[in-house]
């Protein structure tokens, strides 16, 4: 199970109480950051998110509206004592920004921090349960987007059912990977009589500051919840392209033609002060369409 | 006349809504920012401080409970299109670690920046109406506090009077600075008798994070608002010193033995959830203290 908390919701210049970009991907026992505006941490606090359980952070650009609460997060994660190692994924100008601030106060964390230049798309995290790929998108400066997807569930054994057909507890990790039991008297007993499917894994795409870019279909295709940038509504297309962002029925369309179960809309210009518009434009062309709301949680 | 508003009153983490370090001084006509630490630019939002009155900015230290909102707040003026100069003063380090930060996205402000590295004690700012000295105060890193003078405020001419007496308009500004008015017959008309004392010139000082130092005394005497910070109570002062922080009864006795009108005490540790025995453990001390809440304007 993925669930995903915003943390920020509007694009450059804070307003109506909506926070610089940021969004915290939870899975069963690690948490994943992705993007870190300023007063990130605050908002964590705000909506009781654990800071601890956070392994990985990825920055997908460095206009300071996806970056600048990262060091004030760094800063108050060593003042509280983490020990445990952290993983930054950014492009590779971020390191010198942040070690240089480190620097000024001839300190070191309390924690070991590892970073990870983004050069090239393909696979950057290999966890215990998730992948996470990096991909391009089209902004002003140097962009990526991140697919995150659960690796497959096992198959939930059915001990009692298993005990009645004898078979080993040794063999429940293969039973759990679907192989069926052959006994000793050769009968095959199928998997399916002794497990129970397995939920099926789930799949989360983040495209961050874009403009409308149909090459990103074939590398989120079939996601379960894609994130898609709106700043503007349909009428300031052409303001969009200019500025390298996308408009709500662009959203949509990339969230139709990549075949995406839902689609969720954020990044707001600072210019609207209410979001039903963006709500309306979009889901008449992808119904399944949600508002990225601060402190609402999505589960996928 | 001076105002003071708090935009945050907290220690080095963020905790129970309390943000870090920030003020906004207010003069007639101009505002300076008294540090700037993560989150200042939502908090003048919120507490509708108007961000294009920012002349000076004033960072007492490099610890990024400090400035870590600047690199924020300079990205949301430019993107408002502010066009009028800014300058900041601040230890020299600061201007590399913001230059850095505006390389990085190829782009440049809409307005211009100059900095203003503090090096040693004295007059930074000599305003139309107001003077700014700076002084050491005892942190771990270098670290200042800042004395805000008001010019003397000009006498109130009653023309009226004036008129009677047949003082000529091009007198006026002298009669606003004290002086007698001798008419063509040689009669002297007293200046009381035309104007009215000005509102005497206020003053106030900020002394950032700071262990006890009496040293500091002398630079401040008589002012008639203190900021001295308290990070913690009393019964911490042994903590407080290995910190280079003070407690409730160092910055009371700051203010006693500096001759100060009114003590304003923040810089409130995280591990305090609530604030009432910061108040009655100084004011034992200095009577007239008060607390640092954000959002409240100190008028002085």
Chains 1, 2 share one sequence.
Not at 260 to 270: C, N, T, V
Request: neutral net charge; aromatic residues 10%.
């Amino acid at each position: 199970m993925l669930a995903l908390t915003i943390l920020g919701n509007n694009s450059a210049i804070p307003a109506f109480d909506r926070n610089p970009t940021a969004q915290i991907l939870q899975t069963f026992d690690t948490s994943y950051l992705i993007d870190c505006g300023e007063g990130t941490q605050m908002q964590m606090a705000k909506y009781k998110i654990r800071r601890s359980k956070i392994t990985h952070v990825f920055i997908s650009h460095l206009h300071g509206d996806h970056y600048f609460g990262l060091i004030g997060l760094l800063n108050s994660l060593s003042l509280l004592g983490r020990t445990q190692d952290l993983h930054i994924h950014a492009p590779a100008p971020l390191q010198n920004i942040i070690n240089m601030q480190l620097q000024v106060v001839h300190g070191e964390l309390s924690f070991k921090i590892y970073f990870h230049d983004l050069t090239k798309e393909g696979l950057i995290v290999d966890d215990k349960r998730v992948t996470v790929h990096c991909f391009y998108v089209q902004h002003k400066i140097e962009c990526w987007g991140f697919l995150f997807r659960e690796k497959k569930h096992p198959r939930k054994v059915d001990a009692e059912k298993a005990r009645a057909y004898e078979i080993p507890a040794s063999f429940y990790e293969k039973l759990q990977e679907g192989e069926d039991y052959t006994n000793k008297k050769g009968t095959i007993i199928p998997n399916g009589e002794v497990t129970v499917a397995a939920i099926p894994a789930k799949s989360y795409a983040y495209c961050a500051d874009t403009k409308y870019d149909e090459t990103i279909i074939e590398k989120i295709k079939g996601v379960d919840l894609l994130y898609h940038e709106t700043t503007y509504l349909k009428n300031l297309e052409k303001i969009a392209g200019e500025r390298f962002h996308s408009t709500t029925t662009q959203a949509a369309a990339i969230a139709k033609k990549s075949g995406a179960k839902r689609l969720l809309i954020g990044h707001f210009s600072s210019k609207y002060e209410t979001l039903e518009e963006f709500h309306a434009e979009a889901s008449e062309i992808f119904e399944n369409t949600e508002l990225a709301i601060q402190g609402v949680c999505y589960r996928i």
